[in-house]
C-alpha cells in the first residue's frame, strides 16, 4: 500500500528444512508446529482462560475469511470465531428480526431500518446501528470466544465505534486489536479476472493460481479447461469464467478506495495494538525471509500434441506491488505464521 511501512515477517526457521504440504490439513499442522510452534503454546495457553477481540482490515478479496480458516483450524472451533457482517447480513431473515430488535438502538425506528435493509441496494452500506445489532445478536451466541470481526469498520465513522465495541458488548475485559492486511491490488485483479466458477455448485479455481484437480482438453475450441472437483459434480462441469469478472477491480473500484481510506485511518491510531500483514514481499527478499514452496505458485497450461496430453508449468507468481516492485505472492500459511508470531507478542 502506498505511503505505509508494513513489515516482513519472515518464516525462516533454523533446523527447519522440510518442504511441507501447504494444501492439506496434516500437512499444514506440521508447517505450523515447525514454524510457530512455540507461539502456539503461548496462544492455547492463553486461550484457556483468555480472550480477545480482533478486526479484520483489508481490501475486498485481500484473504480475510481465509485466514481466519487456518487460525481456527489451528487453535479450534471452541476458542476462535470468524464473524462475517456480510455473511450477517447475506443471512438475516425476517425470523431473525426479533432477536436483533433487542440489541438495536439508533436515530431512527427498528422498523425503518429494516425498511432501508429490506430495500437496500447491494453495493450501499447499512446503518452502522444496525449493523452493530446484527454483530452484537451474533457474539451473544459465542461464549466468550476469541472473535475475529470481519467487516467492521468498514466506513470512517464505524472506526470510533470499534474503538469501544468491546466495551458496548460488556465482553471480557481483555485484548482489543486491528489487523491490517496490505495486499497489492495487481494480485486482487488477477485473482478476479482469471477465476472461473462451476455453473452447477459455485466452486471456484483459477487456471492461473489455484487448478482443481481434474483438467480437460477440448479438441474442437483447443481450449483447456478446469474440472469441477466437488465430489457432487462427479467432475461433468467446465468451470467456466463469471460475467463481468474480465473487468477486474474496477467495478468495485469505489468500495477498494473507501477501505484504503479506513486502513489508513486505523494506521494512525494509538492506544490499540495494530498487527501488521503482508501477502506479499520483493522478489529480492523472498528467499531471505521464506521458503520457496511458501511463494504463491503461477500455473500455465498448454496441450503437448505429441503427447497427447497436457502440460503444467510452475513458477513463482511475480506481481507489482502498489508502489511498483516486483514482488512475489505468498500463500496464506506463512501470512498466518506473520500473523501468529505478532499476536503471541501482543498477547
Not at 508494513?6 to 490439513?25: E, H, Q, Y
Not at 436515530?107 to 447491494?122: H, L, Q
Not at 477491480?249 to 469505489?254: L, N, S, W
Request: glycine share 6%; hydrophobic share 35%.
Amino acid at each position: 500500500m502506498k505511503g505505509l511501512e508494513f513489515p516482513i515477517v519472515g518464516t525462516k526457521t533454523s533446523g527447519v528444512t522440510n518442504r511441507f504440504d501447504l494444501a492439506s490439513p496434516m500437512g499444514r499442522k506440521k508447517y505450523f508446529n515447525a514454524k510457530v510452534g512455540d507461539e502456539i503454546g503461548h496462544l492455547n495457553k492463553y486461550l484457556e482462560n483468555g480472550s480477545f477481540i480482533a478486526y479484520f482490515l483489508g481490501k475486498k478479496n485481500s484473504g480475510k475469511g481465509t485466514y481466519s480458516k487456518l487460525f481456527t483450524e489451528i487453535f479450534g472451533e471452541d476458542k476462535v470465531a470468524h464473524v462475517s457482517v456480510g455473511d450477517l447480513v447475506r443471512d438475516l431473515t425476517k425470523k431473525d428480526y426479533k432477536d436483533i430488535e433487542k440489541f438495536y438502538r439508533g436515530y431512527v425506528s427498528f422498523d425503518e431500518a429494516i425498511k432501508r435493509f429490506e430495500g437496500r441496494s447491494t453495493e450501499g452500506l447499512l446503518p452502522t446501528e444496525f449493523i452493530l445489532a446484527l454483530l452484537k445478536h451474533r457474539i451473544s451466541e459465542l461464549e466468550g470466544k476469541s472473535i475475529f470481526i470481519d467487516g467492521l469498520p468498514r466506513d470512517m465513522d464505524q472506526i470510533s465505534y470499534s474503538l469501544y465495541f468491546r466495551d458496548l458488548i460488556n465482553y471480557r475485559d481483555d485484548p482489543d486489536l486491528f489487523i491490517l492486511i496490505d495486499i497489492p491490488e495487481s494480485v486482487i485483479a488477477a485473482r478476479i479476472k482469471t477465476r472461473v466458477v462451476c455453473p452447477k455448485c459455485g466452486l471456484s479455481r483459477n487456471p492461473k493460481l489455484l487448478l482443481s484437480s481434474k483438467i480437460d482438453y477440448d479438441k474442437k475450441t483447443k481450449m483447456i479447461y478446469l474440472l469441477c472437483d466437488n465430489p457432487e459434480c462427479q467432475g461433468a462441469e467446465r468451470l467456466m469464467p463469471k460475467e463481468g469478472d474480465e473487468l477486474g477491480i474496477e467495478p468495485q473500484r469505489a468500495r477498494l478506495v473507501k477501505d484504503e481510506e479506513v486502513i489508513r485511518k486505523v494506521f494512525e491510531l494509538h492506544g490499540v495494538p495494530k498487527i501488521l500483514i503482508r501477502n506479499h514481499v520483493p522478489v529480492k527478499d523472498a528467499l531471505k525471509y521464506f521458503d520457496t514452496y511458501e511463494i504463491t505458485p503461477e500455473y500455465i497450461l498448454k496441450w503437448d500434441d505429441k503427447k497427447k496430453k497436457i502440460e503444467v508449468e510452475e513458477k513463482p507468481w511475480q506481481v507489482k506491488d502498489d508502489n511498483g516492485v516486483a514482488s512475489n505472492s505468498l500463500l496464506a500459511p506463512p501470512v498466518v505464521v506473520g500473523l501468529i508470531k505478532q499476536l503471541a507478542e501482543v498477547l
